[in-house]
């Protein structure tokens, strides 16, 4: 069974920066890709970010050039660097990783972006 732990959420101002993490339980590379998704209060879970086994990142319109996805192989982790951060970016993230046929999710760290 695979393990993701996400990690850095937490209340920001709008415009402040957060990261996030997400440590893999197995080593990441056996994933075809690992992304970044989130879910606000009354809305569905949307992708804001992933990438792929070999390096190809893609993002949501609505925060591209805001946000950086990236990773480390050799710490099976996953980051999310998130600048000049908006109210609407406030939601649950969701850590998600593919492989073959199989899904795995992690349980998602809060992000509110309020003055």
């Known amino acids: 069974q695979v393990q993701l732990v996400e990690s850095g959420g937490g209340l920001v101002q709008p415009g402040g920066s957060l990261r996030l993490s997400c440590a893999a339980s197995?080593?990441?590379?056996?994933?075809?890709?690992m992304g970044w998704y989130r879910q606000a209060p009354g809305k569905q879970r949307e992708l804001v970010a992933a990438?792929?086994?070999?390096?190809?990142?893609n993002y949501a319109d609505s925060v591209k050039g805001r946000f950086t996805i990236s990773r480390d192989n050799a710490k099976n982790t996953v980051y999310l660097q998130m600048n000049s951060l908006k109210p609407e970016d406030t939601a649950v993230y969701y850590c998600?990783?593919?492989?073959?046929?199989?899904?795995?999710w992690g349980e998602g760290t809060l992000v509110t972006v309020s003055s």
């Open positions: 998600n990783a593919n492989r073959l046929a199989d899904t795995f």
């Open positions: 197995r080593n990441i590379l056996s994933f075809n890709d």
């Open positions: 990438t792929t086994r070999g390096g190809f990142t």
